[in-house]
C-alpha cells in the first residue's frame, strides 16, 4: 500500500447538514474522520426554502439566532385562487440554513480525531483488499484517501451513490428572496398542474423578507417566471436568487458493504414538499449508532448495516415517506377542476379543522386515515385509482414495497 495514501476509520462526503451533524455525533469516539466537501465555504450555495416543523428543537439543540421566524398559518392555494387555511399545534420553524449547516462544522471541526477537507472534490473509489481486509479508496481531487467506511453525503446527485448504481429521480427549485407585504404570519403553497411534482411557494423569513419559489421537473425558469408574474412580483426587485436540486421518490437502498447513503443521497426526503431536514436527523442517529457497532464487532459487510441502518430507517420513517409519496402520486393526476373540487370538500365537510388539529408536517399516517374515512374524500380519491389503472397499480407497489 502505497505510504502517501492518507488513512482514516471513516471518510464522509459531502459537508451539508447530513455529513457535519452525523460526524458531530460521531466527533467524541476515537475514530478518525475525514469530511470532504467540493465548495469552500459551509452552507453555499443556499438552496433550501427553509422550513421545518417544530420536531427540529426535539432533535438537536439549536441557538435562538438560526430561528428566523415561525409560521402559525398554512395557507394552501388552488389554480383558480380558491384556498384553504391549516393551523394548530404544528407552528413550523422558518430557518437560517446556512447557519445550520455551520452549526455542527463548528462543533465538530476543532476535535483532534476530525478534518475537513474543504473545496475538495470527490472524484471516485473503489474496494481494495489490505492484509486480508476490505477497505474503501477514495480519489479526491487532491489525494487518495483509504478508509474503512464510506459515508455518501452528497446529495441528490450522490456521485457515491451513482458509483453504486443509484440513481434519485429530481426536480429543479429556484427561489428568490425579496422585501415584500405578505403576511409574515402565513407560509402559502400554491398548486397547479403546471408544477405537478410539488408547488409554488412563499415562505416568510422575517423582517418582511420573503423567499418565493417553485420546484418542478421541467422547465423549471419558465415556470418561475409565469408563477411571479401571477403573484405580481417584479424581479428587479429582488435581493437574490437560489436555485438548487430536490430527489423526488422514496427512499432507496442505502446500505452497502463498507458503505452506507444518508440524507438527500438516500433521498430521505418527503415527495409532499421537498423537505427533508427532521428526516435526515432522525437517520443520522441512527447511522451514528450503527457505525459505532461496526467499528465495535469489525462487522462492515451489507447484510450488518443493512440490519443496524437501512431497516431502522424504513421502520421509523420509511412507511411516513411511502405516504408522502402516495400523495403526491395522487396530487400529479389532479387536473384544474379536481383541486377546486377537493378544495370544496374540505371547506364544506368541516376538514379544514381536522386537519388543523391533527396534520403533522412529518408524519401524515394519522391525518391520511381520519381523511379517507370521510366518506366524500373517500368517494373523490378513490375514483381516481378506479378510472387509471396503473396508478392504482403504482400505489399498491409504494405500500408493498420493502
Known amino acids: 500500500m502505497d505510504q502517501n495514501i492518507e488513512k482514516f476509520d471513516l471518510a464522509i462526503v459531502g459537508a451539508s447538514l447530513a455529513g457535519n451533524y452525523l460526524c458531530f455525533l460521531l466527533a467524541n469516539t476515537n475514530l478518525r474522520i475525514l469530511v470532504i466537501e467540493e465548495h469552500k465555504e459551509i452552507g453555499l450555495p443556499f438552496q433550501c426554502a427553509g422550513i421545518v416543523s417544530q420536531k427540529l428543537v426535539q432533535l438537536i439543540d439549536i441557538p ?19 384556498f384553504i387555511q391549516l393551523s394548530g399545534d404544528e407552528n413550523p420553524y422558518v430557518i437560517d440554513r446556512i447557519a445550520l449547516d455551520r452549526l455542527f462544522y463548528e ?108 420546484a418542478s421537473s421541467k422547465k423549471i425558469a419558465t415556470k418561475f417566471k409565469l408563477f411571479t408574474k401571477t403573484l405580481g412580483i417584479d424581479l428587479k426587485q429582488k435581493i437574490d436568487q437560489q436555485g438548487g436540486i430536490i430527489p423526488f421518490g422514496m ?39 450503527c457505525l459505532i457497532k461496526c467499528f465495535k464487532t469489525n462487522n462492515f459487510s451489507k447484510k450488518f448495516i443493512k440490519i443496524n441502518y437501512e431497516k431502522l430507517c424504513a421502520s421509523k420513517i420509511g412507511k411516513q415517506l411511502k405516504i408522502h409519496y402516495i400523495i403526491r402520486s395522487l396530487l400529479e393526476v389532479f ?7 377537493f378544495f370544496q370538500i374540505i371547506k364544506t365537510s368541516k376538514i379544514e379543522h381536522l386537519i388543523s388539529i391533527y396534520g403533522d408536517m412529518d408524519f401524515p399516517k394519522e391525518i391520511i386515515f381520519k381523511l379517507i374515512k370521510n366518506p366524500l374524500v373517500f368517494t373523490f380519491l378513490i375514483r381516481f385509482i378506479l378510472k387509471d389503472p396503473h396508478l392504482f397499480i403504482k400505489l399498491l407497489k409504494i405500500l408493498f414495497k420493502r
Open 64 to 82: 435562538k439566532d438560526i430561528i428566523l421566524n415561525r409560521v402559525s398559518v398554512a395557507k394552501i392555494v388552488a389554480p383558480s385562487g380558491k
Open 107 to 214: 462543533k465538530a471541526k476543532n476535535h483532534e480525531n476530525v478534518r475537513f477537507y474543504l473545496g475538495e472534490k470527490f472524484e471516485s473509489f473503489k474496494y481494495i483488499k489490505d492484509n486480508h481486509e476490505k477497505f474503501v479508496l477514495l480519489k479526491t481531487s487532491k489525494r487518495e484517501v483509504k478508509a474503512k467506511m464510506l459515508i455518501g453525503c452528497d446529495g441528490p446527485l450522490s456521485l457515491v451513490g451513482k458509483i453504486l448504481g443509484i440513481k434519485n429521480k429530481v426536480i429543479y427549485a429556484s427561489q428568490i428572496r425579496m422585501k415584500g407585504t405578505f403576511n409574515q404570519n402565513n407560509a402559502v403553497m400554491y398548486f397547479d398542474p403546471k408544477w405537478k411534482e410539488l408547488f409554488g411557494w412563499i415562505v416568510p423569513e422575517g423582517n418582511q423578507i420573503y423567499r418565493i419559489g417553485i
Open 251 to 289: 427512499m432507496n437502498k442505502i446500505a452497502f458493504d463498507n458503505i452506507l447513503l444518508l440524507g438527500d443521497s438516500a433521498c430521505q426526503v418527503k415527495a409532499t414538499t421537498g423537505g427533508g431536514i427532521v428526516m435526515l436527523l432522525t437517520c443520522a442517529k441512527i447511522a451514528a449508532n
Open 335 to 341: 387536473t384544474k377542476k379536481d383541486f377546486e373540487k
